[in-house]
């Protein structure tokens, strides 16, 4: 998501992170919803098996994807910071009414707290992705260890909330990507994912504002950045409800990001 200050509630939840192992989510062999992603150690390097031959390893690129996996005409719908127990509910519903399948990038404390949400999420077809424990936007300013623990841990938490299914694409809190935390998310299977279009919901500017941003904007590329916490997001499932059968009316196909 886009930077934003004064952000409160996610300032309490960075102590959270605290005492979750990073090793578990980096020595893992996890399932996904596109098949089976091995884990790779913090350094990107392979970790040999028990027989002492390394396994063979799953990568992405370690480069920030926009494109969408329908093409030219598709979009991709992605949405930050939940699950939330009151929004996170509307918007799966406003998807599951239009037939769109979504990217969920979620913080790995919120994923902890409401593994049932995590869960539904999964169970309706969309995809995780990971948005670091703490939701620091200030990530690029630290340490390779802090970045290591946010994005693993995070992997961790959602993976385990999940019942088993890892994110597939890493979200640097307000777009603060590294050279760094690109590499160290591909070497996970998770490719670093970026938006094109700001809808500009967390800022709270009226449902017809956010759907006016969407629909001028849109010509910026096809990965839409929408929010189902953080705040009171009404405004963000009603325009949703305007936004998503205006862009199938326009011809538009609803896709994931590219792999």
């Given at each position: 998501?886009?930077?934003?200050?004064?952000?409160?509630?996610?300032?309490?939840?960075?102590?959270?992170?605290?005492?979750?192992?990073?090793?578990?989510?980096?020595?893992?062999?996890?399932?996904?919803?596109?098949?089976?992603?091995?884990?790779?150690?913090?350094?990107?390097?392979?970790?040999?098996?028990?027989?002492?031959?390394?396994?063979?390893?799953?990568?992405?690129?370690?480069?920030?994807?926009?494109?969408?996996?329908?093409?030219?005409?598709?979009?991709n719908i992605t949405i930050d910071d939940g699950p939330d127990p009151t929004w996170t509910p509307e918007v799966l519903q406003v998807l599951r009414e239009y037939g769109v399948k979504a990217t969920f990038c979620m913080v790995g404390t919120q994923a902890e707290a409401h593994p049932d949400l995590v869960k539904a999420v999964v169970a309706a077809g969309h995809r995780l992705c990971d948005h670091t424990v703490s939701h620091d936007t200030t990530m690029d300013k630290k340490s390779e260890a802090y970045q290591s623990r946010e994005i693993l841990n995070a992997a961790s938490m959602i993976t385990k909330a999940s019942g088993g299914v890892r994110p597939q694409y890493y979200r640097a809190p307000g777009?603060?990507?590294?050279?760094?935390?690109?590499?160290?998310?591909?070497?996970?299977?998770?490719?670093?994912?970026g938006w094109n279009v700001d809808s500009k919901d967390f800022e709270l500017p009226g449902t017809a504002a956010i759907i006016a941003t969407v629909k001028s904007e849109l010509s910026n590329g096809p990965t839409i950045l929408f929010h189902d916490a953080g705040g009171d997001r009404s405004e963000t499932v009603a325009a949703l409800r305007e936004i998503l059968p205006w862009l199938k009316q326009q011809g538009y196909s609803f896709g994931f990001p590219v792999r």
């Open positions: 998501m886009a930077r934003h200050g004064g952000r409160g509630w996610y300032g309490r939840v960075v102590a959270a992170a605290v005492g979750v192992t990073a090793v578990a989510a980096a020595t893992s062999v996890w399932t996904a919803q596109a098949g089976v992603v091995d884990a790779r150690n913090a350094a990107g390097n392979a970790r040999p098996s028990a027989s002492g031959s390394a396994p063979a390893r799953a990568t992405v690129s370690e480069e920030i994807v926009h494109a969408s996996d329908k093409g030219a005409h598709g979009v777009g603060a990507f590294t050279p760094y935390s690109r590499h160290l998310a591909a070497s996970q299977g998770m490719r670093p994912l």
